[in-house]
């Protein structure tokens, strides 16, 4: 049995969504067993209505919600009685193999470092993100967590990248191509300088260099390694021109007849491939390197990207990803 | 008469097309004068074939030429006879009001710097790219030149960038955003925490806050600021997901009949699009804050984004965008 601790007050929908997208997730795989962390009075109700095996969902009640609204750090350690508090403590303990959470980004971040803890000689917890490309996905880590990385940081973040397409994606010899400005060796600020050689150095990485961030819609490589900041910026962009370039695409089409006929002819393939450029039903982020998962679900998100947020849980479960990362690390 | 240099060895399809670019430059417009600085025996026969007014336009002869798998700061230490270090010194010595090179960036960028140098209290050159959005264009800089900036750069980029926005693009007002990760002033890394007050308490701009690269695309701002390192990620995305999305879209009419057909109808609308998110007739990108304007044009300049890059310098000059930098930033 895989133990899912789920925050069943984070996020925009709580915690209706999420505790229908857990219930979902318990109809849908029989080896797991769901903990809903939140408060009984706005859990139980929701639960009377629905139907599910009564001997894998458990609920621990809490008193405190950490709003997106709080400062993480101070909401961290003050609201010691909340959802997203109790489930990090819950992986610290090893009560729970992995913990998601659709709560505040900035709470998740600072919560899972300082309370679930940081495993083995792993300094710091990237957030990985899946970023859609013209050949399938690649991973850009960090998206969110580490501003300001060290660049033994972004070594760690790269072997751990590796373990996560190895088991997860299942990519053979994953390619890990550290970020930067330029793809000649000296390019770069002075974290990627530095970064460069402790890649290069590294025989648990198959490094193929700096690489543009012009080739991230491409695939170019398949593990991309950068501190928070740039990480972000990266992510941030292709969604923005995405949705953008669409818009555009649809206002363009009505400006002409010939635009507004062909418009209806294209809408069915036009659909799949926004299918494939959009991360609304994926599950969440999850950040790597901690005592145990922590998947941080989008704010916004829906009973199924809960549900397929939690099932996530289940391949890093299956493939001790946690203890490999360990070994890996301390190697 | 404004006097503008133009390096005639720098490029891909140098000297030809930078030699016919300038030629159809004068053509264009009888307020400029060009100076071709290059080898005499490589432009000479191509000017021989051309018509133009022979008193505006002039060759200087120089015998090296920086190509771009130079590394920059020494080529532009040691090639003191090359075209580029030649634009760059009648720059330096007012012998030109602009100096636009399609030549190795490297090279233009620490050229600029070092030999053209900074006007006034110009700290740092930055690269200024104007980026296309849903709503018109937005600035963005720096794009390449100075990656682990300081604070009190960014706040110069802002006031060149306001400046820029204000002459050239004609924008009443224009809005200032620090690209960042989130919106809250206490977001981002300890260079964008340094740098939010000193852009929040100048009122020498329009300050609007932190921005995130998701609204870049959409013109959330009119001039964005970060640092060389941030600008070239969100440049590059932004360019790298153009393309790859509409690759993904002929790819995906491509497999029915219904969307083929729609692709011939939308050919027209998408095709006009392309051309507003699509930079290649551009001139080029400027850097601000030197002793006069230098334009770095596209390395696969061809005659007609040569042509431009030489026009674009006449707002500058018509504007005395260098003297109103100047000032500006000195108060």
Do not use: W
């Amino acid at each position: 049995m895989i133990r899912i601790a789920v925050d069943a007050m984070g996020g925009d929908f709580a915690p209706e969504c999420n505790v229908k997208g857990a219930v979902s997730a318990l109809a849908a795989n029989k080896e797991i067993e769901v903990i809903l962390i939140g408060n009984e009075e706005a859990v139980d109700p929701i639960l009377k209505g629905l139907e599910y095996d009564k001997d894998r969902l458990e609920v621990i009640h809490t008193t405190e919600v950490i709003e997106t609204s709080d400062e993480p750090a101070i909401a961290v350690l003050k609201k010691k009685d909340s959802s997203l508090v109790a489930g990090m403590k819950m992986l610290k303990n090893k009560e729970a193999d992995a913990f998601v959470s659709a709560g505040s980004s900035g709470a998740i971040l600072v919560g899972g470092q300082i309370i679930a803890g940081h495993i083995g000689n792993v300094r710091r917890a990237p957030l990985v993100v899946e970023v859609p490309t013209v050949e399938g996905k690649s991973l850009l880590l960090d998206c969110g967590a580490n501003v300001d990385a060290k660049p033994e940081y972004l070594l760690q973040f790269a072997i751990m990248g590796t373990l996560y397409a190895k088991y997860i994606m299942h990519k053979e010899n994953p390619t890990v191509g550290l970020l930067n400005i330029g793809t000649e060796e000296y390019k770069g600020n002075a974290l990627t300088r530095a970064a460069y050689p402790l890649l290069k150095e590294c025989d648990q990485i198959n490094f193929v260099g700096n690489v543009e961030a012009r080739g991230l819609p491409f695939g170019e490589a398949d593990i991309y390694v950068c501190d928070a900041f740039a990480g972000n910026i990266a992510l941030k962009t292709f969604e923005g021109v995405g949705k953008a370039l669409l818009k555009q695409i649809k206002a363009s089409l009505m400006t002409s007849f010939s635009g507004k006929m062909g418009g209806l002819l294209i809408k069915p393939s036009l659909k799949g491939l926004m299918k494939t450029f959009d991360s609304s039903e994926d599950g969440g982020a999850p950040l790597l390197g901690l005592n145990g998962l922590v998947i941080k679900a989008h704010g916004n998100s829906t009973d199924v990207q809960i549900k397929n947020a939690i099932l996530q849980c289940i391949g890093f479960a299956e493939n001790d990803l946690t203890d490999k990362i360990e070994k890996a690390v301390e190697a």
